[in-house]
């Protein structure tokens, strides 16, 4: 085995390493969505946070799709592109809930 392969196939196994916890956080997704209707958006901030929390799950939910995604492309320079960029926005997106409940808990 040359040393692009070994390489791709730790990198296979690490990027697998979030795709349980990815499935599991769709039971959280599917109860906040459950709960919007009783969230109160009349605040600004009640409302930001709700969607930013929203849009944390969903990316958490999702990223079996990018992985798989991934699979699909043939071009292995840039096979890692999809994945690494779903982790990235995943984790400014938790960055941003984080800071939006600092900022409005009173």
């Known amino acids: 085995m040359n040393k692009s392969k070994i390489s791709n196939i730790v990198l296979l196994i690490l990027f697998a390493l979030p795709i349980p916890l990815s499935i599991a956080s769709w039971i959280g997704t599917i109860m906040s969505v459950a709960a919007i209707d009783m969230a109160n958006w009349s605040n600004i901030g009640d409302w930001l ?19 798989a995604y991934s699979f699909k492309r043939r071009v292995h320079s840039r096979m890692w592109f999809y994945p690494i960029s779903h982790i990235g926005l995943f984790i400014i997106s938790m960055f941003l809930w ?9």
């Open 49 to 67: 946070q709700d969607v930013a929390a929203l849009i944390t799950m969903l990316l958490a939910g999702t990223y079996p799709i990018s992985y």
């Open 98 to 106: 984080n800071w939006l409940n600092d900022i409005f808990q009173w």
